[in-house]
């Protein structure tokens, strides 16, 4: 209990701090939400969206899930893509892995997680296909955060492969769907040159080649 009551009092100082700063703020806020931005990140702790990229509370829509993935069959985030580009109306959607992803981690290791396996299985069949490129990295590290930029990559795709964003193309509804990886050793995101604003164009961001 003293913890929540820690956490009650740092939301205390940071509302009058707020206040202090900008009083009509929270009237503001509580009158409408208007973000430009919907932000698919991992779950981890570490990877703060608002903060990450400068925004304050209320110009972001956010939805996060170990190691930023975008299934088909998951209603809970295609929920989300429905309700930021049918009724919110954002501009972008910004699919944001980090480096040093348990997530990813795990599908490279082939580490047990327990009922998150599930989830990975993706990203490890991910690297399955993309092994020998992958493999030929000096480190793990190195191995790790070509993974985390490739899953970003796949899930860019997926995310202009989903009805909603479809539909929001062919009606010319103003929709960018962007892939940026953050460094949790620096703080910097880096964009992963993957952007797509129109249908045509995204077979091109998918990172598995016929080669491959």
């Known amino acids: 209990m003293d913890e929540l009551k820690q956490l009650l009092e740092n939301n205390r100082r940071w509302a009058e701090e707020i206040q202090a700063q900008q009083p009509d703020f929270f009237s503001r806020l509580a009158g409408q939400q208007t973000p430009r931005y919907l932000w698919i990140g991992c779950s981890d702790s570490r990877v703060p969206a608002n903060q990450v990229i400068g925004l304050m509370p209320g110009e972001v829509f956010v939805h996060r899930n170990v190691a930023n993935l975008v299934h088909h069959s998951d209603l809970n985030v295609l929920s989300v893509i429905q309700f930021a580009v049918d009724v919110l109306k954002v501009e972008h959607i910004i699919v944001c892995g980090h480096y040093g992803c348990g997530g990813v981690h795990a599908a490279l290791t082939d580490q047990h997680v327990g009922l998150a396996d599930n989830w990975i299985r993706s990203i490890r069949e991910l690297y399955q296909v993309l092994r020998k490129q992958i493999d030929a990295l000096p480190t793990e590290s190195d191995r790790g955060d070509m993974l985390c930029?490739?899953?970003?990559?796949?899930?860019?795709?997926?995310?202009?492969?989903?009805?909603?964003?479809?539909?929001?193309?062919?009606?010319?509804?103003?929709?960018?769907?962007?892939?940026?990886?953050?460094?949790?050793?620096?703080?910097?995101?880096?964009?992963?040159?993957?952007?797509?604003?129109?249908?045509?164009?995204?077979?091109?961001v998918w990172p598995i080649t016929p080669a491959d």
């Open 149 to 204: 930029e490739l899953n970003v990559k796949a899930q860019v795709y997926h995310v202009s492969q989903t009805t909603v964003v479809k539909d929001a193309w062919a009606r010319g509804q103003k929709l960018a769907v962007h892939g940026i990886v953050y460094g949790l050793k620096d703080g910097r995101a880096h964009d992963l040159g993957v952007s797509l604003d129109n249908a045509d164009d995204a077979d091109a």
